[in-house]
């Protein structure tokens, strides 16, 4: 008699998420906190971009379904990213940035990010984060800052 599923038995939506920091150790980091697997029903992989010309790159060769930015990059910062790819592509992939201070959320807000998590980060909200977004974009979500089509 099966009583259910276990959610290791349940099949899971693989997404690509871009990690950016000019820091491989920051970029290790927030890979930890979200993990392969942030909920049962989502996978991630992961890809790394190091400067703003990689995660142009893979934005134009691949489909990336979240781009999480490091707002502590040098010499572009993950805010600066993110407003910048709001501001070149017409459906640009959902935004989450790693904040230092919790007072910067309002340039996070300027920059149209979707979502901000908070240094150092906390891998039950980082999960929590990361799996909400790509709910909300398997859901047909509109990212901020998205041109309108036409």
């Known amino acids: 008699m099966k009583w259910g599923t276990k959610m290791s038995d349940t099949p899971a939506t693989q997404y690509t998420v871009l990690l950016y920091s000019d820091d491989a150790t920051v970029r290790d980091r927030i890979r930890l906190a979200i993990g392969p697997r942030p909920a049962a029903d989502l996978s991630v992989e992961f890809t790394d971009a190091s400067s703003w010309e990689e995660c ?27 407003r910048q790819t709001k501001d070149e592509y017409q459906d640009p992939p959902p935004t989450c940035v790693v904040i230092a201070r919790a ?23 980082a999960g929590q984060t990361v799996a909400g977004l790509l709910r909300a974009r398997r859901a047909g979500a509109i990212p901020l800052g998205a041109l309108p089509r036409t």
């Open 103 to 125: 007072a910067d959320r309002w340039l996070a807000a300027y920059s149209q990010v979707d979502a901000t998590l908070l240094a150092p980060l906390d891998p039950v909200v």
């Open 56 to 82: 142009r790159r893979l934005l134009d060769d691949y489909q990336i379904d979240l781009m999480v930015l490091d707002g502590e990059a040098t010499p572009a910062g993950g805010l600066g990213i993110a």
